[in-house]
């Protein structure tokens, strides 16, 4: 995924030094390259290279460039390797037409034969420079910008959005198909961006727009139209009330672990908004449906197999959690008019959830209802029902708070509707869910507390250590995942997340002496565990603990630092708050081996691509 941003001044020239500032907001959608193209008395300045934001701005002086109006793009790479010259933005053919694009165009090597067979002067393999060739083309035949901009998109397929200029007119233009977009209209500019955060710096008044749906920037307006007629439309701004400082570090040295710092805060927050929201329809919804998936991918996936648990355990409600990616080949001819398909993505604008949303609606197979963190996501504007996450912006591209939220939604869910079909009588329900309002924010702030130290120990005993195991038995097999995936995710160690009675089905045989597992527990099924404890124990591996404190499995752990304990509570609120020592955990130990967790390498917060 990358990120665009555009923004047309009415009477300023430093719109270098503002496209960095607000594009440096989009760095977690990807920071393999940077560029910022400037237009000054209709002349664009173009400056790209490979890098963060921060490297490309002090060494070609992004924040200097003059002008009124410009784009600006971050990139992750996916058709062409992060070289300067497949960064953006791009030219057209000539150094006329300016622009980049965020998504995937799957027609790419298709049409880059096309029209480098028609004489266009392609100099990139990047599929965001054919963008501004298609704008190129079509304006050789119509003179006009804005149907250039319209017909340009019937070259072009696949999952896109981008914006274009013209270096002798005022305007800016972008277009919306099939990734995020949202326009901004502040005093003395107007901005479009792939994102809020990088619009928040100017405005909190904002325009969300929808697919196939491009706006045109002018230093007074945003005009939004219908892509397929040029209809304009009459969309009226709204004001954000997303807070600008989630952007900010506030204080901590790296994003990822103010965002675990603000999960107490999270767990007030999400079970506020959904209890205020009438969660009824929602839970009707997953009642009457004849079958269920919860699709997601990444620390949503991690989530969702928890949650998975939580409707078995407390609503005696089947639910199949699903990969996205994996949905089509395994689940798609398994849907009904009566299925429910339960989209959970924090962006709302993960490719490969949006697959299945569009697959469902597209074949009219049942119904979605998705649960997301970005307002004005498509996942949003697209699903037939949507519960928010109320997180706030989440940076870091390794997922810590999103993934809290969603788990303490499926606790909250699952308990309400166990209520609703008598699995768990009304007593147990309210007591769960007083539990989760009450209980589990002073928990979660003890436990991040109580092993901030010991995970920082820790980790400093794993940094030469190649790879790993996670393990978690019933309600923690998501925590293990999650756990497993955070190690891969940040500290590079090769870390698998799996289930503690599949462990002796072959993956024991990595067991050697000293060799680390760590098992995440629950005080309801310890008893169990200490069978797979044993089973690594007695061939000399290491055993770390992540759990309550039991004097049973206290013979296991070699050195008090390889018990990860969490605050006593229950066997509900074990697997929420055992997810912490290992967000901990993955957190100090890449940043003793010099790695930025909020922005590791190959890696972007959300992936808007196949
Ligand atoms: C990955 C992110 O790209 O996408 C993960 O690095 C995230 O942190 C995953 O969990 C899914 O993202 P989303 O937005 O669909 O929840």
């Known amino acids: 995924m990358c990120g665009i941003t555009g923004i047309v001044g009415r009477s300023r020239n430093d719109i270098g030094r503002i496209l960095v500032e607000c594009s440096r907001k989009l760095t977690y959608r990807g920071y393999d390259s940077v560029g910022v193209a400037a237009v000054n008395n209709g002349k664009v300045d173009l400056r790209k290279n490979v890098g963060t934001v921060d490297a490309v701005d002090s060494e070609l002086g992004l924040s200097e460039m003059i002008g009124d ?76 910008m804005f149907d250039a901009v319209r017909f340009s998109t019937r070259d072009l397929k696949g999952a896109f959005a981008f914006a274009v200029g013209r270096a002798d007119e005022p305007e800016i233009y972008a277009v919306k198909m099939g990734s995020s977009l949202v326009a901004g209209i502040a005093e003395n500019d107007t901005i479009v961006s792939s994102d809020l955060p990088s619009i928040l710096p100017l405005t909190n008044n904002v325009l969300y727009l929808q697919d196939s749906e491009m706006v045109v920037l002018t230093p007074d307006e945003v005009k939004v139209y219908r892509v397929e007629d040029g209809k304009q439309l009459n969309r009226i701004p709204e004001i954000s009330n997303v807070d ?45 449906a004849s079958s269920r998936y919860l699709v997601a991918c990444g620390s949503s996936h991690n989530a969702g197999i928890v949650g998975t648990y939580f409707f078995n355990r407390l609503a005696g409600v089947p639910i199949t959690p699903v990969i996205g990616g994996q949905f089509e080949p395994m689940c798609g001819n398994t849907l009904t008019d009566e299925s429910l398909c339960i989209l959970v993505s924090q962006s709302g604008e993960t490719k490969d959830i949006l697959n299945v949303l569009n697959h469902v609606r597209n074949n009219n197979l049942g119904k979605t209802l998705g649960i997301l963190n970005v307002v004005g996501s ?33 606790a909250y869910l699952a308990t309400r509707l166990g209520e609703r079909n008598g699995h768990l009588d009304s007593q147990e329900a309210k007591q769960f869910i007083h539990q989760l309002e009450n209980e589990l924010p002073i928990l979660t ?13 820790l980790a400093r005993t794993l940094m030469d250590t190649p790879d790993l195991y996670c393990l978690g038995y019933g309600l923690t097999d998501g925590v293990a995942r999650e756990g497993a995936l955070k190690i891969k995710e940040i500290c590079y160690n090769h870390c698998e997340g799996m289930y503690s009675s599949e462990f002796k089905h072959g ?25 797979h404890i044993n089973e690594v124990a007695c061939r000399g591996g290491r055993t770390i603990i992540v759990g309550e404190r039991e004097e ?59």
Not at 112 to 133: A, M, P, Q
Not at 245 to 263: D, S, T, V, W
Not at 382 to 402: L, Q
Not at 445 to 457: A, M, V
């Open 507 to 531: 993956p024991l045989s990595i067991v050697t002496d000293g060799y680390p597992v760590i098992f995440i527990t629950t005080t309801e099924d310890s008893w169990m565990i200490i069978n």
């Open 69 to 144: 109006r410009g784009i600006a793009q971050l990139r992750w790479a996916t058709y062409g390797a992060p070289t300067i010259i497949n960064a953006q933005p791009h030219f057209g053919c000539e150094e006329v037409f300016y622009g980049a694009h965020n998504g995937n165009l799957h027609n790419y090597y298709e049409y880059r034969k096309e029209l480098v067979e028609t004489g266009h002067i392609v100099r990139s393999e990047n599929d965001g420079e054919l963008c501004v060739h298609a704008v190129d083309k079509y304006y050789e035949s119509t003179g006009d």
């Open 445 to 457: 702030q003890k436990t991040i507390d109580k092993t901030g130290i010991l995970t920082k120990d």
């Open 552 to 610: 049973k499995l206290e013979p296991y752990v070699a050195n008090t630092i390889d018990y990860l304990e969490v605050p006593s509570s229950s066997p509900l609120l074990n697997p929420l708050l055992d997810v912490i020592p290992l967000q901990l955990l993955s957190y100090y130990l890449s940043v003793d081996k010099g790695i930025n967790p909020d922005l590791p390498r190959n890696l972007s917060k959300t992936l808007t691509v196949d």
């Open 244 to 288: 600008a400082r989630a952007a900010e570090k506030g204080g901590y040295p790296h994003f990822m672990l103010k965002e675990i710092h603000e999960q107490p805060q999270i767990v007030r927050d999400v079970m506020g908004l959904i209890q205020k929201s009438k969660p009824e329809k929602w839970i009707q919804m997953i009642e009457d």
């Open 378 to 410: 498509t996942l949003m504007f697209n699903a037939d029902s949507y519960i928010p996450m109320a997180c706030g912006y989440e940076i870091s591209v390794p997922a810590t708070k999103t993934y809290y939220s969603q788990s303490v939604i499926f």
